[in-house]
């Protein structure tokens, strides 16, 4: 009868370690492995920054990077005016505007002609209150 207690005892503990491990497996995949992935991405995308890349900062600052250093990042905010960044607050870069064409360089199709074609008078009846 001891030997039945002891028995039960030990596949308790047992299912007990294995949850706290599938537990931790799936805190591990949902939580900590993309939170890594997003870091790894953001630390690839600061690497990458160089002049003239439009980028928003984290506190939603649209810029212009003039130079990198180090840790600081200097931004055009507007003409003249430069400010300096943790490279770390760049939160993402805009993508590159295409040039956009002349309406002289853009080639002009034939219009199809309209004819012009007579009013026809509508022969329903108004039914509107008249002053």
């Given at each position: 009868?001891?030997?039945?207690?002891?028995?039960?005892?030990?596949?308790?503990?047992?299912?007990?370690?294995?949850?706290?491990?599938?537990?931790?497996?799936?805190?591990?995949?949902?939580?900590?492995?993309?939170?890594?992935?997003?870091?790894?991405?953001?630390?690839?995308?600061?690497?990458t920054l160089g002049p003239g890349?439009?980028?928003?900062?984290?506190?939603?600052?649209?810029?212009?990077?003039?130079?990198?250093?180090?840790?600081?990042?200097?931004?055009?905010?507007?003409?003249?005016?430069?400010?300096k960044f943790a490279r770390p607050?760049?939160?993402?870069?805009?993508?590159?505007?295409?040039?956009?064409?002349?309406?002289?360089?853009?080639?002009?199709?034939?219009?199809?002609?309209?004819?012009?074609?007579?009013?026809?008078?509508?022969?329903?009846?108004?039914?509107?209150?008249?002053?």
């Amino acid at each position: 009868m001891v030997h039945a207690a002891a028995a039960s005892g030990s596949g308790n503990g047992f299912t007990t370690i294995l949850f706290l491990l599938l537990l931790f497996g799936v805190v591990y995949f949902l939580m900590i492995r993309p939170q890594q992935k997003r870091r790894r991405e953001a630390l690839n995308m600061q690497n990458t920054l160089g002049p003239g890349d439009q980028i928003v900062t984290i506190g939603g600052l649209h810029g212009t990077v003039v130079s990198i250093d180090d840790d600081v990042a200097s931004l055009e905010v507007a003409p003249g005016v430069v400010l300096k960044f943790a490279r770390p607050a760049i939160a993402r870069v805009l993508p590159k505007a295409e040039p956009v064409a002349d309406a002289d360089d853009v080639p002009v199709e034939d219009e199809p002609v309209v004819v012009d074609e007579p009013v026809v008078e509508d022969s329903t009846a108004d039914t509107r209150k008249k002053d």
